[in-house]
């Protein structure tokens, strides 16, 4: 089963170069080092299967124990008895797979999912739940592992990279990464049956040992190819963020400027410089720091220079002051309470601040707020003025989360990274609760996955909770991240199987017009009996359909199916010469022996079929008596056509005049980007999950991933020049940053306004 990369005759050969590294590698030394590299890897996971099969056997042997009936613990035991048995042929096949993985790889051809079977994508579309709960397992594991061991990770993709001729690794491709672990174990597992129950115990005991293996793997094999001078002196480099450009407004009443919006916030393009994301942050918040000391407010103290009888409120007394206002909010029963969605009000921001400074007066009356920290408060308070006005933002989820302003403001005093810090917590919380809810909550009062209770508990915990102490923020971020994980795992799972459903029927659609454009082209213009429209539209169309899609356009099949078509229209003329009579009456008998197996082969009614055969039979007939048959009246002409035209689903720039703002409207929505979301009548919140360029639909999913239209393109740019949909994803920027740009784009507007006012005060009048 375990298959070793092995060197070959001439690869012996390029044996004996020097020590020094040179790049590119030689075939030889690459393989000496995925040899290497294949046996640390295999000694660690041997050692480490067999503990795992002790540790799952110890969890039978309780689940046993604990069986609720008979029949349920002699499964568990049939279950225990096999992996006992077949232990020894498990850990073979495991180091096997393991194994093949760098054999791949050294091939190029390794590339993991998650996904259960990713070379059959039928089967991938017709997967079960126990498939899928597998697949959500196995993604849950390589998660974790990955996000574990981040550093160490990257620093093996770079390496195997030089490996594999400089060519990209990622953890798809990379063979000793967390997936190729995971992908080894199921594949092994298959050999004991197993129902969901057990399986899933596997998976989670497998969980932690992933853990232990992936350390020693890491380290090792980092440690074998630094030694060998594969990038000795890498250091890491964590993903770093865009510079981002302008935001660009989303409540624009053009919407052609607003698709552009969209498709431009998209992401930065490939080739252009990244900058550190903490240093952008740095820099942004310095700018809005530097606009604000140019707008001082009167009455504000700065540090330096206070007045006789002023006063200066510390930074504790503030937290304290704001601490009495959220601990008066949970006493006052926290969150307004009230049935649906929409009934809670958003907290008005200013009376907060109006609060804060009763309470700080409270304790003197010549109390000033230091500059510095009336910045702070007027920054919190911008970032949820923007926040409520966010056209991302379904209304119930702003109200929820305007209740954060009091303990955020509260962070910002008690952290002084919070604003420069793009990982921190409170920050990356915040950012997660607002996507869920665009993701997961519409305006129309509905939510999936209960992510607004989810929300509204988070909100409600920290307001009940939280003191002084970051540690409740991040144990709230981990566990709302744990609980969003597998919903977008299934979600991403669903979406994926929609999409193959839908280009498979469009696929078919393609077929279809393809068709229908073939006999329009053959029929146009010529005045045709009812028999044979009714054949070259309905049953022969289908036969047509069949062909092409089973066998292809360069298929014998298709181009005898098309040029019967040919035939039949041209027997049924009649002919004035003796050589195209002969030539006539021969190809009778043809066409019809053919059209009577086209009909068999797609089971066309015999009955039904034996009458359209006998009616083009007579009508080459009347043809060689030199008579022409009567053409199909034009109202029966035109039903015929209209059904086969919607049976294909004929575009409607066959039917239906555009006007010009239509047209350009439909390309502008052809640059969009698959994941854009749409806003509709109502309320209701469906994003593009995929689109057909050569029919022109797009594929639309609701929040759960669930498949809900195929819309045409002219019918989506109606919706939109109609005001009945808007796009509420004009970016894929965390809800924090755009805030922090948007509040730096109005600074500078009002900067700029108020150094035009003065100017033009100052100017000399005439």
Not at 6 to 11: I, L, M
Not at 319 to 329: E, I, K, P, R, Y
Not at 712 to 721: E, V, W
Request: some cysteine.
């Amino acid at each position: 089963m375990s298959r070793l990369i092995r060197d070959s005759e001439e690869n012996k050969q390029e044996q004996g170069q020097s020590s020094g590294l040179q790049l590119p590698l030689s075939n030889s030394a690459v393989l000496t080092h995925l040899k290497a590299c294949q046996s640390l890897a295999a000694e660690h996971s041997r050692q480490a299967f067999r503990q795992y099969i002790k540790v799952l056997d110890d969890a039978l042997t309780l689940e046993i124990s604990q069986a609720k009936s008979n029949q349920e613990s002699m499964e568990l035991q049939d279950v225990q008895r096999q992996l006992r048995q077949g232990k020894a042929e498990l850990e073979r096949y495991f180091c096997g797979y393991l194994s093949e993985g760098f054999v791949k790889f050294k091939k190029k051809e390794l590339n993991t999912s998650v996904n259960a079977d990713t070379s059959n994508p039928e089967e991938l579309s017709l997967i079960g739940n126990d498939e899928l709960e597998e697949a959500i397992a196995i993604s849950s594991i390589t998660q974790r592992a990955d996000e574990y061991f981040a550093e160490p990770l990257w620093a093996l993709n770079q390496r195997f990279s030089v490996l594999n001729g400089g060519q990209r690794v990622t953890e798809s491709n990379n063979p000793t990464s967390p997936i190729q672990f995971c992908e080894s174990l199921r594949k092994a597992l298959k050999l004991v049956p197993m129902n969901t129950k057990v399986k899933n115990l596997a998976y989670k005991l497998y969980d932690d040992q992933l853990i232990n293996i992936m350390q020693g793997i890491s380290e090792e094999v980092n440690r074998y190819l630094k030694q060998n001078e594969i990038l000795p002196n890498l250091k890491y480099a964590a993903p770093s963020g865009s510079v981002p450009a302008s935001t660009v407004g989303t409540q624009t009443q053009d919407v052609l400027n607003q698709l552009a919006a969209a498709q431009a916030s998209q992401g930065q393009p490939e080739g252009e410089e990244t900058q550190d994301p903490n240093e952008y942050q740095g820099n942004l918040v310095q700018a809005i720091r530097n606009l604000q000391n140019q707008m001082l407010v009167p009455g504000v103290a700065q540090q330096a220079g206070l007045p006789p009888n002023g006063v200066l409120v510390s930074g504790d007394s503030l937290v304290g002051a704001l601490q009495n206002l959220q601990s008066q909010a949970v006493q006052g029963g926290g969150l307004p309470s009230g049935e649906g969605n929409q009934q809670i009000i958003p907290l008005d921001i200013s009376q907060v601040i109006s609060r804060l400074k009763e309470e700080i007066s409270s304790e003197n009356q010549d109390a000033e707020v230091e500059q510095h920290d009336m910045q702070t408060i007027d920054l919190v308070g911008m970032v949820f003025e923007y926040m409520l006005n966010d056209a991302n933002l379904p209304d119930s989820i702003k109200a929820l989360l305007s209740y954060l302003h009091t303990p955020f403001l509260k962070i910002a005093f008690i952290d002084p990274g919070f604003f420069e810090q793009a990982d921190h917590p409170a920050r990356v919380l915040l950012n997660s609760l607002a996507e869920a809810g665009s993701k997961w909550v519409g305006n129309d009062g509905t939510s999936q996955y209960d992510i607004y209770n989810k929300i509204k508990d988070i909100v409600n915990r920290i307001l009940k909770d939280f003191e002084s102490d970051i540690k409740i923020i991040t144990e709230l971020l981990l566990e709302f991240k744990s609980y969003t994980k597998n919903i977008i795992r299934r979600q991403e799972l669903m979406e994926k199987r929609a999409t193959e459903k839908a280009q498979g029927e469009e696929k078919l659609r393609e077929v279809k017009l393809r068709v229908n454009d073939e006999i329009r082209a053959r029929t146009e213009k010529k005045e045709l009996p009812s028999a044979v429209l009714l054949f070259l539209l309905q049953p022969w169309s289908d036969y047509l359909s069949f062909a092409l899609l089973r066998y292809g356009e360069k298929s014998d099949k298709w181009i005898k199916a098309v040029a019967l078509v040919d035939d039949v229209l041209w027997c049924i003329e009649p002919k004035t010469h003796e050589q195209d009579r002969s030539r006539q009456m021969e190809l009778h008998s043809e066409v019809v022996s053919a059209i009577s197996n086209g009909f068999e082969t797609i089971g066309y009614d015999q009955e039904k079929g034996k009458k359209l055969i006998d009616a083009l039979s007579s009508l080459i007939k009347l043809a060689l008596q030199s008579k022409k048959a009567e053409p199909a009246p034009a109202p029966m002409r035109n039903k015929l056509e209209r059904i086969a035209a919607e049976k294909a689903g004929t575009k409607e720039t066959s039917e239906t005049r555009w006007t010009p703002e239509e047209e350009q409207m439909v390309e502008s929505l052809k640059m969009i980007e698959f994941g854009t979301w749409f806003e509709f009548e109502g309320g209701r919140r469906l994003k593009v999950a995929w689109y057909n360029a050569r029919t022109s639909h797009y594929m639309l999913v609701d929040q759960m991933g669930k498949r809900v239209d195929m819309m045409s393109g002219l019918m989506m740019a109606r919706q939109m020049i109609s005001g009945k949909a808007k796009i509420i994803s004009g970016s894929s920027k965390p809800f924090f940053e755009r805030a922090l740009e948007n509040i730096l784009e109005k600074l500078n507007e009002k900067a700029d306004s108020a150094s035009d006012e003065a100017k033009g005060k100052a100017a000399p009048k005439d």
